[in-house]
């Protein structure tokens, strides 16, 4: 059981070069979550997907665009990456709304610095 | 807006229990208090969660208020493993509802 796998745990990009960082859960969760942190900061909600097909903005969504590709897929899109977007994103997928109410399982992150 | 309240920071020494206050004065019936955990630079973990009645399991005892206005979480023997940021949240079981995570507690746990 893999839980949550984000790809790539690194990457480099230079101002203005687009990536899409992968997500994928094995736990057949309805709802999955796109956060970025910033250095000595707490999480900052970018997109959530409540259930496959459905895509919400979060606090801080601008500069970026989600696609759930399926219910195990929630990828996130920087189109044209800016200095500003240099963080760890992390993923995370939420079993709520089952009955089962274990909270959020999170990947590993994806630590993105944008020269 | 953050619906928690947490010191930014608490020692503890190791071996001791360490107790970590939230306060979260505007929570709602239908929420949950979560806490979770991020070690250095990894993905949270969930670490317990509560309505009304106090819980525990083999991480950590979660103590609720009466009034639900505040809470308690105990790490009854603190190693120092357990060093780490500490998140206490409020949220819905709800469909879709999303869990807004605020600056929490560093929790230093020193030999």
């Known amino acids: 059981n893999a839980g949550v796998t984000q790809t790539p745990k690194f990457q480099v990009l230079k101002t203005g070069q687009s990536m899409t960082l992968q997500c994928a859960q094995d736990?057949?969760?309805?709802?999955m979550y796109w956060y970025r942190q910033d250095p000595g900061m707490g999480l900052r909600l970018i997109y959530y997907s409540a259930s496959e097909g459905t895509t919400d903005k979060g606090e801080v969504p601008n500069g970026y665009n989600v696609s759930r590709l399926n219910k195990r897929e929630f990828s996130l899109r920087l189109e044209s990456a800016a200095p500003s977007q240099t963080s760890v994103y992390f993923c995370a997928s939420d079993v709520r709304g089952t009955g089962e109410g274990y909270g959020y399982t999170f990947g590993s992150g994806t630590r993105l610095t944008v020269v | 807006d953050a619906k928690t309240t947490q010191p930014p920071s608490m020692d503890c020494a190791e071996g001791r229990a360490a107790n970590l206050p939230c306060n979260h004065s505007t929570i709602s019936g239908n929420e949950y208090v979560y806490w979770y955990r991020q070690i250095h630079s990894q993905g949270p973990q969930y670490i317990i969660h509560g309505l009304k009645n106090n819980e525990t399991n083999e991480m950590a005892s979660l103590i609720i208020t009466e009034d639900r206005k505040s809470s308690t979480l105990i790490l009854p023997h603190a190693t120092l493993r357990d060093t780490a940021v500490y998140y206490c949240?409020?949220?819905?079981?709800?469909?879709?509802?999303?869990?807004?995570f605020g600056a929490g507690t560093i929790l230093r746990v020193k030999s």
């Open positions: 736990m057949n969760h309805n709802s």
């Open positions: 949240i409020v949220g819905s079981m709800e469909y879709g509802n999303k869990l807004v």
